[in-house]
């Protein structure tokens, strides 16, 4: 069976994802890191629970600069995820459907996910 000229389906080396469809994979994404997140996250309330040397040691971990990566990775996707969330449910409400409005709120969920994580840290550290 030969193809002939027949067009081949676009992949994605040749085929250019709109912002839309990289957002959503991208929410996808946070939300599997955030669920991941949650597990060293519980070892932390856990190692609470188990006394004052378990918590040291957790407190160790959170603080080195790999579980403070972690954490900030952790609510990066956090505020991003919450952000895309709020978006969708706009257009559950069939509204900013058009290709410019979701060019536009696809800009501002990202703005505004990397302004409340930086906010967050600022707050956090003092």
Wanted: charged share 10%.
């Amino acid at each position: 069976m030969t193809t002939g000229n027949r067009p081949l389906s676009p992949h994605l080396q040749v085929y250019k994802l709109p912002l839309a469809g990289k957002m959503s994979i991208t929410h996808r994404m946070t939300g599997i890191i955030m669920s991941l997140g949650l597990v060293f996250f519980t070892y932390w309330i856990v190692a609470a629970a188990y006394g004052p040397e378990a918590f040291a040691t957790a407190q160790a971990l959170m603080t080195s600069w790999f579980g403070m990566i972690i954490v900030f990775g952790w609510t990066a996707c956090l505020f991003y995820h919450l952000v895309n969330g709020i978006r969708h449910l706009r257009w559950d409400t069939v509204r900013g459907l058009e290709k410019e409005d979701l060019v536009a709120s696809g800009r501002v969920t990202i703005g505004l996910a990397v302004i409340l994580t930086v906010t967050f840290w600022i707050f956090a550290a003092l």
